[in-house]
């Protein structure tokens, strides 16, 4: 029996993203779509303006777009996804919450809140017992949960993967490709024949996400983990693909070969959008390359290559689909394991 | 009384910025370009596909291309900058030096050799010294000179500048532009919507170079630099202009106001091609981007931004126009300093 | 005697460039730079996000804001050039006009309007006249004046020149810069890989606007050219310059040596912005070209090139910088020709 | 029973192209792949630099590179398709015809050959006769049929449907994508922020090739099209997809409504590579743009939009997949029809 799920924000590029991820997958149906009160009663088709370039699945196209309020939402939604901007997110999500929604939430807020799990399947599937945590401590029967901003999500499987051998130093300098800031968010005259340093707000992000998704839950809270993470983030002329070169110092001496053994090892879950393997590991030097790799895995496949020995570490590059597993994708994913594990 | 100057390998991309360069000098008269032996003979207009874009220089058209070769260059000529390619630069500078030229080379063949000074002027004026060592050791009355290679150059000024807080490690990682490869070294194909790590050969030159010009020289021999650096290369879709993140760890506390401060009080150099303050510090984040801030002074200054304290050290952003400052200017301000210091 | 000139709209993009094409103009003095409620009152410096890439003037960073008003301009300014949104100038412009302003306006409102002069001062300078028949049927001191759309103006000179041989039909497709929509006017993920054809209101301009220049004023009214002008516009990623395929068919035949040099003869004027020549002719086939052409002649100049021969006659291509000749420059340069008419 | 392909040229990036379409072709099976000399006796994937953006099939992978001679070619082999550079082709396809092989070749040599078909399935099949005027001419028992260029495929079908109102004049401006000049055809330098008028040689491809293709075949010789064209081709900074803009003039009239109804209603083949309906007309302007639609149909279709009527015909814009429609997918076609109509 399939899952019915609402996608809160789905006129947006995140949005979007949903819809077409969604279409045909084996257990979700999509049962409702909501925006803005200026949408609301449209045709999704009328309401969106469709930017993907696959058609817009027809049953999605004749659907009524509804408010973003728990009101508007059919009784038998179990599932949420939500792509709303930050701060319209802050304030509706409560409410969601309160009527005993469970809600996979790409967007930034609260991301770093005690009792909100911030996970990716593979990596921390053991945090969304912080849900228990987030009842307890709000009286609600829903549940958030957060995937991570597409930067951290790029870089956190390679650390996961090297972590055996005791992370302690992170430098990270990320090439960002333009489709991370949203359908609008970078003009042409900004980004033509140039680059960007400094994405507001993005170096934080890294610096703090990467070392909750890395920490330990002990039941109660999530110990933050112990490495150093500095990050410079830069947006380039791309249109999807982040990335991302890193500088990691372990405490125990890692050879390349051994960190590409770890990251090619590194074990993947069993659900219906996760990639076969987790990261590929490219031999050759040059890769992976943002337009080239970024479709590997259906957008859902970490790549990295580069693998090299410095005085101190190692350094190598890595790289994901940012609107693909480091948004839509990285929610859908937290969506279905919510399912696996009961939550819904 | 003008120096007079030739160019060897004067039709391809760094000559034609040398031309540019030349034109309207104080003190410099261009009267030799070489080139391969199909283009002997030939007018310059006739030899050289012009890219730059302002015009040839009437004068520099209807010059005749000669030979590289020592009996092609006129007596009268004290100076020559090269933009060989390394592979023919390692073959034919020995024969230039033997008959007792002055060779500024911008190729890339030697810069790390004991008995050759590696020098910008504004950082490391004094390892021009090693002049002596090299024709003592060669038996040569000619004199050869390198300047660092495009990303190198790009960052040691502001490393030069936070050295006095006693640098231990440097991690950098560049966003560089085409033009970085020549002309028709990065195809359209390779790079719109894309970005390419490791560009070949380019990250040990900056982790080499960058310690030899900040090394010591003892009248003998130049002691390295002490300090560890790590670089990731990377090509994206810019023109012109070399963006670089760095991570500096330094033995003392540095805050980024000192560092910004140490930054604009590096002293620059009285010579014609110097710009007014070495390194301009943006104060917005934000800054510096390629095509904004490139052609600062000329194409000869170094802008830095975006600096703030890590757990470790300091981050920061620096960018340089790797032709002009990076390549053609860097050779010119290196022949320069050597009119300046007698050497010619 | 300098004369004192106002910008109204003077924040954005068109704003800028009169700013920087302003800085050091032998005869005209800026005395007066406006915008909207919100920004009345800040510096230029804070009012503006000054994104040229040549720095704001030191004495218009520090110049206060006004509103764009009649009773904020002093009142010994007899100039203004105007590049207001086309809608708010519609509103405003009467307004200045009935104070007795001569406004050189680059906004797209009433270029067609019977009364109003549309000029390039190379083309149709007694056009200017019409001003009579304008203070006539508005009974108004002041003077308005427009110019062409910046796909118009790339294209018009060479048509002027080839009208010696009576032009009947003319088809164009244009490939336009990014700057063309203003600085947010195409985002990144529009246009990158990308290029969109039939951009919104531009045909029917490029249509109307050519037969007004090249149309015949009789001391009343201006009878449209007579020829048939059928134009596609697209987007391209491209920064500045817009580029042009004509196919003109004219009643007498005309070779392209014949064309070629009616374009390279076409008179110039002697105005401080003017090019020394007009139209730039490329012998070789591939040029102009957007980045390698758009800065001949500061800007100002129209470049054309490969000219040849169809079955019905003609096929070439032109360019110019479509925000500096075609706007700033453009509403400049008849502030110029105003002046020398002796209109102001 | 499968029909044993081989491909001629088969490394190159149309050879790759082709290897990615009859990668699960339902009815060709490919048996052999052959390159220059220096690339025979490898495996495939040691020979060709691979860059297409599915992996290679791992059983092309793994097969040997053989030479581009008849003997070379397996016995079972029926059908060859040649990707070889035109110069090659005019040399080596000779050779295979004389040894009965039926090609079908995307070459431009002998395209407009009195007797060799130059075909598109949808529109002139009825040209694959003139194979019996070519086997009685050179006494082969081999087949040679050619596609035609890229951008004149793109515009063609377009016409083809416009051809019952009695077509007279075309006018053409192109917007090609680097891809169409090979991998390394387009210099980045060259291209960003830039476009490049006047592509050598496409223009006159476009007016003779549409002519012979449209033209009239009566058993013995094709009669040209009477229709005039004239074609300006421009290179912009797009990877794969050509947008052109068609004015076109009928003897009778059309209206931009009739046009439409007689794209969408021009029949398609039942061919397993073509595609439901061979044009798509959008309603919206503004469409179709080369990112967003080139991947329609799996790019075998042709789109269509913003058609509106001129004071002397219609003009509209069309769209195709450059290495698909117009290159590796054009001669699979023919491809297939030749097997249809018997001719394998």
Chains 1, 2, 3, 4 share one sequence.
Request: proline residues 6%; contains cysteine.
């Amino acid at each position: 029996m399939p899952v019915r799920v609402g996608i809160l924000g789905a006129t947006g590029a995140v949005g979007q993203r949903f819809i077409q991820l969604l279409d045909d997958h084996p257990t979700f149906e999509l049962a409702a779509v909501t925006a803005s009160e200026s949408s609301a009663g449209k045709t999704y088709r009328d309401a969106a303006k469709w930017r993907v370039n696959t058609p817009i699945p027809d049953d999605v196209a004749s659907m009524t777009v509804v408010e973003t309020d728990p009101s508007s939402i059919p009784d038998d939604v179990d599932l949420l996804f939500s792509s709303l901007p930050s701060g319209v997110a802050a304030e509706v999500e409560p409410a969601f919450l309160e009527a005993g929604y469970v809600v996979s939430s790409n967007s930034s807020n609260d991301r770093m809140a005690d009792d909100v799990p911030l996970t990716i399947p593979e990596i921390n599937p053991g945090h969304l017992d912080l849900i228990e945590v987030q009842r307890d401590a709000r009286g609600w029967d829903g549940a958030l949960v957060k995937n991570p901003n597409c930067s951290t999500i790029t870089m956190v499987p390679t650390l996961a993967a090297l972590d055996q051998f005791g992370l302690e130093s992170v430098r990270v300098s990320t090439l960002q490709a333009v489709s991370g800031a949203g359908y609008s968010g970078v003009t042409s005259m900004e980004i033509i024949d140039n680059a960007i340093p400094h994405i507001g707000g993005e170096e934080a992000k890294m610096e703090t996400e990467s070392r909750k998704l890395l920490g330990t839950f002990d039941g109660t809270e999530v110990d933050l983990h112990g490495m150093e993470v500095a990050a410079s983030c830069n947006r380039i002329p791309t249109l999807d693909g982040h990335l991302e070169n890193v500088f990691a110092e372990t405490a125990a001496d890692v050879s390349p070969e051994e960190a590409a053994a770890a990251m090619r090892e590194y074990p993947g879950v069993d659900l219906p959008s996760s990639p076969d393997q987790l990261i590929h590991v490219f031999e050759a030097f040059g890769r992976p390359q943002p337009r080239m790799d970024r479709g590997r895995g259906d957008g859902m496949q970490i790549s990295a290559g580069g693998l090299q020995a410095t005085d101190a570490g190692l350094k190598y590059n890595c790289l994901a689909h940012n609107t693909i597993r480091g948004a839509a994708g990285a929610s859908l994913l937290n969506g279905e394991l919510l399912v696996e594990e009961g939550w819904v």
